[in-house]
């Protein structure tokens, strides 16, 4: 058993009893615009405190950590991971660029887009070719969970159960924030729209894999990306699965596809709740 754990943070401990409490006696839609209007406060403060953060130090940080920051406060709107994932998502594709490890980078759930375009920024600055960025997602929001997902009756220590439809990120919203507002390089960015159960079985790839980022919670949506695509990915490759400790039928699908392989990579944690790991052969 390896010592990979969700750490919430003191907000989350503090808002988790009331909001547990609330979500009981108020009807569903209100209940969920309240969850949605305190999420939207919470997130803007963390982005502020972050830039205060960085910016109390920033006379002692390399410039490599200047832009890391700069980067996770500019996409810190646009994702559901917060900080810590998108700084994981940075070093992630640091390390593939500076080991010229051949392939291209892949997300298995994007949402917003918030992590796909840090690692398309990253992979800008680098002093490595423009890497192809495939991104894999309904935008339609999440599927129903399956049995796989619940251990004692829950997906995962949430707040709240996450149901059908959410997690939605729109692909209008994702193409408007890579190529309008970032300018990233739309022949280099494939996005493919639809359940992982259809689009990832039949997807072939004309080139290996640098990075595989694995961000769709469940069971099926973590075990389908892993099955299909890590024939594909190179030696040295990373496999980064940002719901290892957060959903039960993440960490699941993971260990059972862990415990198949000959090579045992060794999970590392990405400070939130995450794990990654490098493929050894
Ligand atoms: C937690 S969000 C991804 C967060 C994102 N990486 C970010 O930076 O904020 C999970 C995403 O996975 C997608 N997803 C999960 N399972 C899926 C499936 N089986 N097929 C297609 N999309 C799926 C959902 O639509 C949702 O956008």
């Known amino acids: 058993m390896n010592k990979i754990t969700y750490n919430p943070g003191v907000v989350n401990k503090i808002v988790k009893k009331p909001l547990i409490f609330l979500k009981k006696i108020l ?19 963390k982005r502020y405190i972050y830039l205060i953060s960085f910016l109390s130090k920033y006379f002692f940080l390399s410039k490599e950590k200047k832009i890391k920051c700069m980067f996770v406060f500019k996409l810190f709107p646009f994702t559901m991971g917060g900080s810590k994932a998108l700084e994981n998502a940075f ?10 490890i051949e392939g291209g980078i892949v997300e298995c759930g994007v949402a917003e887009g918030g992590t796909s375009a840090i690692m398309a920024l ?3 600055i680098s002093n490595f070719p423009t ?14 969970p399956t049995s796989e997902d ?3 009756g829950k997906t995962g220590d949430f707040i709240r159960p996450l149901d059908k439809g959410d997690c939605l990120g729109k692909i209008e919203d994702v193409k408007y924030l890579l190529f309008e507002k970032l300018k990233l390089n739309v022949s ?3 996005l493919v729209k639809g359940w992982f159960q259809d689009t990832i079985p039949i997807f072939k790839f ?33 496999i980064i699965i940002d719901d290892y400790a957060t959903c039960y039928g993440s960490r699941k699908a993971v260990d059972e596809f862990i415990s198949n392989i000959s090579s045992k990579p060794e999970l590392k944690p990405d400070g939130r709740g995450g794990a990654w790991f490098i493929k050894k052969a």
């Open 27 to 45: 009807p569903d839609i209100f209940f969920k615009s309240l969850l949605s209007f305190i999420h939207t406060v919470y997130k803007f403060i």
């Open 91 to 100: 070093d992630m594709i640091r390390y593939v660029d500076e080991n010229k």
């Open 122 to 124: 990253t992979n800008r």
């Open 131 to 144: 890497r192809n960025l495939y991104l894999f997602d309904s935008f339609e929001g999440l599927p129903s």
């Open 150 to 152: 619940f251990l004692n």
């Open 188 to 190: 280099k960015i494939k």
């Open 206 to 238: 004309s080139e290996k894999i640098a990075v595989l980022r694995l961000d769709g919670d469940w069971y099926d949506s973590t075990k389908i990306p892993l099955e299909n695509f890590f024939g594909n990915i190179s030696v040295g490759g990373v």
